[in-house]
């Protein structure tokens, strides 16, 4: 079974509807008995329709912290009210649930996913298993620590795959190349769309091999072997780049393809 926690629709709304409020935070504490209970398929929350709805009309942007009860964050979710305001569709309830787990662990999500990670010669990488259920009117963000037993370092940079259950293969996710914050944390993009409440199962690998280094536009290129340890502020450095130029080069030249 799932379970869901539902964000306190009526403080929200009233939040949003304040003049010297530019976003409302909220904090959802979800003990690990009940996480780690065998018979509990997903935790997660739901926004309900109303609150999505305030969220558009204000271009507020509603986020959402999921933490345990020692107080350690799971996940944080930021819808952009802003983007909904812009968005054509109509809204809905949103269930969005999130597991986590490193790839060379015994948690049953990373178990179909352990042989192809390591068949393409990763040491490891974190595995998100994504609940959702509704309507994500633009695209959403998902912070989630990283650098638990996965191999990915903080201040390193990650590469987004999805995963297919049927074929047992990685597809790399368009745009998916992300930084590692200081804190070890990554936050990556939810695409928009309608979810029916299908699992979708996402790994975050360390960026490794041959990548492109340069300035975006000019045709000049060079090439840079990405070693465990390096993050962007040293190679941005030793190329005398920006680390937004850097990892703008990245998402126009990387090219990794798992099978």
């Known amino acids: 079974m799932d379970i869901l926690v539902a964000v306190p629709q009526d403080t929200v709304r009233s939040e949003l509807q304040k003049a010297d409020v530019s976003a409302v935070r909220m904090e959802v504490i979800i003990p690990k ?3 780690n209970n065998p018979a509990v398929g997903t935790a997660g929350v739901t926004v309900e329709k109303e609150t999505v709805d305030a969220a558009k009309q204000t271009g507020k942007t509603v986020i959402v912290t999921v933490r345990d009860d020692t107080m350690g ?21 949103l269930n969005l649930g999130i597991h986590t787990a490193p790839v060379q662990s015994s948690d049953p999500i990373a178990e179909p996913v352990k042989p192809t ?10 595995v998100i298993s994504l609940t959702a259920d509704g309507t994500l009117l633009s695209a959403a963000k998902l912070t989630v620590p990283a650098t638990n037993q996965t191999a990915i ?18 597809r790399a996710v368009s745009g998916g190349i ?3 914050d200081a804190s070890g944390n990554v936050t990556i993009t939810i695409p928009a769309g309608t979810r029916m409440g299908a699992k979708e199962t996402y790994v975050l690998l360390p960026v ?21 340890g390096d993050t962007l502020n040293q190679i941005s450095k030793q190329y005398g780049c920006k680390v937004e ?15």
């Open 33 to 35: 008995s009940v996480e």
């Open 208 to 228: 490794q091999g041959t990548v492109g280094v340069g300035t975006v536009g000019t045709g000049n290129r060079t090439t840079h072997t990405v070693r465990k």
């Open 153 to 170: 370092t903080a201040g390193s940079t990650v590469a987004l795959y999805q995963f297919d259950q049927t074929t047992g293969t990685l």
């Open 117 to 126: 990670v390591t068949a393409v010669g990763q040491e490891n990488g974190l």
């Open 178 to 180: 992300y930084p590692v």
């Open 245 to 259: 130029d850097l990892l703008a080069s990245i998402r126009e030249w990387i090219s990794i393809t798992f099978r």
């Open 73 to 93: 964050v799971k996940a944080v979710w930021s819808l952009d009210g802003q983007s909904m305001r812009n968005a054509a569709g109509q809204s809905t309830d």
